[in-house]
C-alpha cells in the first residue's frame, strides 16, 4: 500500500514539475470546434465547455495544487512546531495564552475560517496560502504539545538543565528529535487535508481564479454540464481523490515504519 501511494505521489509530482514536457496543449487555449469532446486519441481524457484539453488542464493543475497545499502544509508545520515546542516547554501565562487562542480558532470549522478570510484580502493564491497556515498551524502545535507535555518530567531534560544547556539547545538538541517522528505523519496528514481545502476553496469560486487550471474550479465548471460531458466532472475529482488517497497510504506507510522503529527500543 505504501508503495502503490508512493507512486501516485510521485507520478502527480512529475505532472507538477514537468508539466510543460507532458501536456499536450495549453491548459488555457479555448477552441470553439471542440466544445465537450468526449475522450479520444486527441484528446485522452476529453475536453470540457470551452474546449480546452482537460489532460493539460490537469497536468498543469498538478503544479497549483501541490505548491500551495505543499507550501502552506510547510509552512504551518514550521510556525507550528516553532511554537508548540518552545511556548509549551516555558510553560506558565504564555502557554495558557497562545493555546487558548489556538483552541478559539479550531472551534470554527476550516472552510467557514478559510471563507473569512478570503472574504477580507480577496481570492488570490496568496491568500489560499495564509488560510492553509492559519487553519493548520493551530492543530501541529496542539501535536506538537502533547509531545512536549510527555518529555518534559524526563530525566534527560532535567539533566540539561543541570549543565546549564542554554534554552536553545534543550528545544532543539534534546526536544526536537524526539518530537520529529510524530512530525513527520502528522505532516503528511495536514498535507492530504489542505489538498482538499485548496480544491474546496477552489469549487466555492474564492480560491485561486480562472482561467487557471486549479482542480477545484474545474469541478465548479463542470457541475452544470455533467449531463453533457460528464468526463468534464469525473477527470478533476478522480485526481483530487488520487492525489489525497496517495498521500494518506505515504502517511500510513510512514506511521507504521515509526512504530516499528520506536518498538525497538
Known amino acids: 500500500a ?51 484539453d482537460l489532460l493539460s488542464r490537469i497536468v498543469y493543475g498538478a503544479r497549483d495544487i501541490l505548491s500551495l497545499a505543499g507550501g502552506g ?7 507550528g512546531t516553532l511554537i508548540g515546542v518552545s511556548v509549551t516547554y516555558l510553560g506558565g501565562w504564555l502557554e495558557e495564552l497562545v493555546f487558548r487562542l489556538f483552541d478559539g480558532l479550531l472551534a470554527l470549522p476550516a472552510l467557514l475560517l478559510a471563507l473569512l478570510l478570503l472574504g477580507a484580502v480577496g481570492p488570490s493564491r496568496t491568500g489560499v496560502l495564509l488560510v492553509i497556515v492559519l487553519v493548520y ?19 534527560f531534560i532535567e539533566a540539561a538543565r543541570m549543565r546549564g544547556e542554554r534554552l536553545g539547545y534543550i528545544l532543539w538538541r534534546e526536544l526536537l528529535p524526539l518530537v520529529a517522528p510524530t512530525l513527520a505523519v502528522e505532516a503528511a496528514l495536514r498535507f492530504s487535508y489542505a489538498i482538499f481545502l485548496v480544491a474546496s476553496l477552489g469549487f466555492l469560486g474564492v480560491g485561486v481564479q480562472p482561467p487557471s487550471p486549479d482542480w477545484g474550479l474545474m469541478v465548479l465548471e463542470a457541475r452544470n454540464e455533467f449531463a453533457l460531458a460528464p468526463w468534464s466532472l469525473y477527470v478533476p475529482a478522480t485526481a483530487i481523490a488520487l492525489l489525497v488517497v496517495g498521500i494518506n497510504l505515504m502517511a500510513e506507510g510512514v506511521r507504521r515504519a515509526i512504530r516499528g522503529e520506536m518498538a525497538g527500543y
Not at 73 to 79: D, G, Q
Not at 137 to 155: E, F, Q
Request: aromatic share 6%.
Open 137 to 155: 498551524t493551530p492543530i501541529v502545535a496542539r501535536v506538537v504539545r502533547s509531545v512536549v507535555l510527555s518529555l518534559k518530567p524526563r530525566g
Open 73 to 79: 502544509t510547510v509552512l504551518a508545520v514550521i510556525l
Open 2 to 52: 505504501t508503495a502503490t501511494g508512493t507512486i501516485i505521489v510521485f507520478c502527480f509530482l512529475g505532472m507538477a514539475l514537468f508539466g510543460p514536457l507532458i501536456a499536450p496543449y495549453s491548459p488555457t487555449t479555448q477552441n470553439a470546434d471542440l466544445i465537450r469532446q468526449p475522450p479520444s486519441f486527441a484528446h485522452p481524457l476529453g475536453t470540457d465547455r470551452l474546449g480546452r
